[in-house]
T-cell receptor, first 116, second 113 residues
Framework: AQTVTQSQPEMSVQEAETVTLSCTYD???????LFWYKQPPSRQMILVIR??????QNATENRFSVNFQKAAKSFSLKISDSQLGDTAMYFC?????????????FGTGTRLQVTL | EAQVTQNPRYLITVTGKKLTVTCSQN?????MSWYRQDPGLGLRQIYY???????DKGDVPEGYKVSRKEKRNFPLILESPSPNQTSLYFC????????????FGEGSRLTVL
């Protein structure tokens, strides 16, 4: 079974600074996908960024980027130029795909507070 | 507008009173799933469905039932709710492809007294 671990329950960063959220996972599969989801106070789940395991290049979406280390099974999220609107719970998620089944496993989340 | 719609958004009920949380998506997605979110535990999968009439258990299926009679609908049924089912519930859907992004509903806050 796959597991996803987020070891930082809470983090704080000042506006305009950079912050990195950690995520590690455990799997025996070679083909899989990794995601970061954001959950603001509205509770809506919003996809932030996605990484395919077969791609060596780290994914980037505007101010959000990942550091994907496949051998170390690490998938951290870097938020640059943090904004007040980035305040949210962030979930790391892992998805395997076997052709007949698709399952998304979430970590326990990191609550990020952006301060003035 | 592409969306996943859950109802009710908020519900307070009593132990043993059957309830159904509906979920509907308008994107023709094959895959649908239910998650519950609890503090410190993240989101845990309850049930999922790969297509019409195909459902399977997730990590925490006890006390829940689902059905998939139509592609767009995936209701979650609590036959005899108990206080430990007090939680925030999310329905989600996606295309059945490796990189299919999960689209989430807005969540349903359920309290069982």
């Amino acid at each position: 079974a796959q597991t996803v671990t987020q070891s930082q329950p809470e983090m704080s960063v000042q506006e305009a600074e950079t912050v990195t959220l950690s995520c590690t996972y455990d799997t025996s599969e070679n083909n899989y996908y990794l995601f970061w989801y954001k959950q603001p106070p509205s509770r809506q789940m919003i996809l932030v960024i996605r990484q395919e395991a077969y791609k060596q290049q780290n994914a980037t979406e505007n101010r959000f980027s990942v550091n994907f280390q496949k051998a170390a099974k690490s998938f951290s999220l870097k938020i640059s130029d943090s904004q007040l609107g980035d305040t949210a719970m962030y979930f790391c998620a892992f998805m395997s795909y076997t052709g007949t089944a698709s399952k998304l496993t979430f970590g326990t989340g990191t609550r990020l507070q952006v301060t003035l | 507008e592409a969306q996943v719609t859950q109802n009710p958004r908020y519900l307070i009920t009593v132990t043993g009173k059957k309830l159904t949380v509906t979920c509907s998506q308008n994107m023709n997605h094959e895959y649908m799933s239910w998650y519950r979110q609890d503090p410190g535990l993240g989101l845990r999968q309850i049930y999922y469905s790969m297509n019409v009439e195909v459902t399977d258990k997730g990590d925490v299926p006890e006390g829940y039932k689902v059905s998939r009679k139509e592609k767009r609908n995936f209701p979650l049924i609590l036959e005899s709710p108990s206080p430990n089912q007090t939680s925030l519930y999310f329905c989600a859907s996606s295309y059945l492809e490796p990189t299919g992004e999960l689209f989430f509903g807005e969540g349903s806050r359920l309290t069982v007294l």
